[in-house]
T-cell receptor
Framework: KNQVEQSPQSLIILEGKNCTLQ??????????LRWYKQDTGRGPVSLTI?????NTKSNGRYTATLDADTKQSSLHITASQLSDSASYICVVSLEAGNMLTFGGGTRLMVKP | GAVVSQHPSWVICKSGTSVKIECRSL??????MFWYRQFPKQSLMLMAT?????????EQGVEKDKFLINHASLTLSTLTVTSAHPEDSSFYICSARDRPGGYNEQFFGPGTRLTVL
C-alpha cells in the first residue's frame, strides 16, 4: 500500500530557530516528491518539488532533501519566522497518472 | 505562477439545501481538476477527478449523486453538495493541472469552508 508518513505530527519552536521535518514514503513507482505549506483555512502552497534524481532543492529559507534509496525526505527551515506557523505536507506522486499520496502533515508553531 | 481561485471562500447553509462551489484556473487552461475534502487536523482526501468535457471519476466511498461535479470548460469546475447534512461540513479544496506528464503539478485553490447547520 502506498503510504506517506510524516514526523513529528506537531512541533513548537522559538522564532529564529531552525527545524527539520521528516517524511518517509513507500510509494512506488515514484515520480516526484513535493512539500507544501498550508496556512490554517487556506489551500496548500508548493514549496519544493524533487524528482528521484534530485537530492536537494531550496526555496529561500526552506531546503528539502531526498534520499530515493531509503525513501526519505526532509524539509529544513532556517531562521524560523512567526509566519512559518502552518502545516507542512509531504506529497508523493506516482510515476503515471494523477495520483498524489498525501502525508498527514506536521503542524509547526513558531513562538516569539 | 498558476493561480486557482475558489468561490465562495466560506458558506453556511441549512441542512437539506444544496451548495455550489466554483473552482477556476485564472491564468492557464486546466485539462484536469481535482476536488479534495479536508477535516480538521487531517490531510487532504481526494474526492474526485474531472477532465474537461467528461464525467468525473469518484474515489471509493464518495457518493457521486451527492457530490455533483461539472467541468464544463478548461477554466471552470463546480462541485455541488446536494441535500447537505451537518456531516458534510468540511473544508473543500480544488486543484488544477494544466497538462499531463512533467511534474504532474497540481495548483491548489484557497479552499471553501462549508458549514451545514
Amino acid at each position: 500500500k502506498n503510504q506517506v508518513e510524516q514526523s513529528p505530527q506537531s512541533l513548537i519552536i522559538l522564532e529564529g530557530k531552525n527545524c527539520t521535518l521528516q517524511c518517509n514514503y513507500t510509494v512506488s513507482p515514484f515520480s516526484n516528491l513535493r512539500w507544501y505549506k498550508q496556512d490554517t483555512g487556506r489551500g496548500p502552497v508548493s514549496l519544493t518539488i524533487m524528482t528521484f534524481s534530485e537530492n536537494t532543492k531550496s526555496n529561500g529559507r526552506y531546503t528539502a532533501t531526498l534520499d530515493a534509496d531509503t525513501k526519505q525526505s526532509s524539509l529544513h527551515i532556517t531562521a524560523s519566522q512567526l509566519s512559518d506557523s502552518a502545516s507542512y505536507i509531504c506529497v508523493v506522486s506516482l510515476e503515471a497518472g494523477n495520483m498524489l499520496t498525501f502525508g498527514g502533515g506536521t503542524r509547526l508553531m513558531v513562538k516569539p | 505562477g498558476a493561480v486557482v481561485s475558489q468561490h465562495p471562500s466560506w458558506v453556511i447553509c441549512k441542512s437539506g439545501t444544496s451548495v455550489k462551489i466554483e473552482c477556476r484556473s485564472l491564468d492557464f487552461q486546466a485539462t484536469t481538476m481535482f476536488w479534495y475534502r479536508q477535516f480538521p487536523k487531517q490531510s487532504l482526501m481526494l474526492m474526485a477527478t474531472s477532465n474537461e468535457g467528461s464525467k468525473a471519476t469518484y474515489e471509493q466511498g464518495v457518493e457521486k449523486d451527492k457530490f455533483l461535479i461539472n467541468h464544463a470548460s478548461l477554466t471552470l469546475s463546480t462541485l455541488t453538495v446536494t441535500s447537505a447534512h451537518p456531516e458534510d461540513s468540511s473544508f473543500y479544496i480544488c486543484s488544477a493541472r494544466d497538462r499531463p506528464g512533467g511534474y504532474n503539478e497540481q495548483f491548489f485553490g484557497p479552499g471553501t469552508r462549508l458549514t451545514v447547520l
